[in-house]
């Protein structure tokens, strides 16, 4: 977590910054309950976003910033299958960072619009999770992955189960 290329994010995206902070650990979680490569999920949870603003910055490709980076191949493997189109979603792992990004993302968007007009009914986060992952199933993108329906199943009861972490993200 205090690796360099996260940390100095810390101060110059925080909204990046946080979305890989938060989707890392629903990643590690999840991966660690379902028994699948805990560290390859919390890399790819870091970084799934990280490693593209890395790109742009530098002008580089995602696998020569991991190669300069030493992140092991399956980390390298989950990071090109969240963001190039041409790789279509394999590994279990980057099934639940993908899942968790989108879970993510849309809470912390529903809670800065909700900052912002405080008149805003209470959202059911939980109700939330379990709508994102459903659209996500039924869009078909994860057809091609190794991740089998138990998975999934799983999946949905981790994140809308986590009532107390949706308050702590409120909060910050």
Same mark, same amino acid.
């Given at each position: ?97 993908? !899942? #968790?990004? &989108? +879970? @993510? ?11 912002? $007009?405080? =008149? ?7 109700? !939330? #999770?379990? &709508? +994102? @992952? ?11 992955? $190794?991740? =089998? ?24």
């Amino acid at each position: 977590q205090e690796y360099e290329m996260l940390a100095k994010y810390k101060t110059a995206d925080k909204q990046l910054y946080y979305n890989a902070i938060h989707t890392a650990y629903f990643a590690e979680k999840t991966a660690r309950i379902l028994h699948m490569d805990v560290d390859v999920a919390k890399n790819g949870g870091y970084y799934h976003r990280i490693i593209v603003s890395e790109c742009k910055k530098h002008d580089k490709t995602i696998e020569q910033i991991c190669s300069e980076n030493k992140f092991p191949p399956k980390a390298m493997a989950l990071l090109q299958e969240y963001n190039y189109k041409t790789h279509k979603m394999r590994m279990k792992e980057t099934v639940v960072v993908y !899942l #968790a990004d &989108a +879970v @993510i993302s849309s809470i912390m968007y529903l809670i800065s619009k909700n900052e912002e $007009d405080e =008149s805003k009914a209470q959202v059911d986060y939980g109700k !939330l #999770a379990t &709508a +994102v @992952i459903r659209r996500k199933i039924d869009s078909g993108i994860l057809k091609d992955s $190794d991740i =089998s329906l138990r998975d999934l199943g799983g999946i949905e009861k981790i994140f809308t189960g986590e009532k107390l972490y949706y308050d702590f993200l409120r909060r910050e």
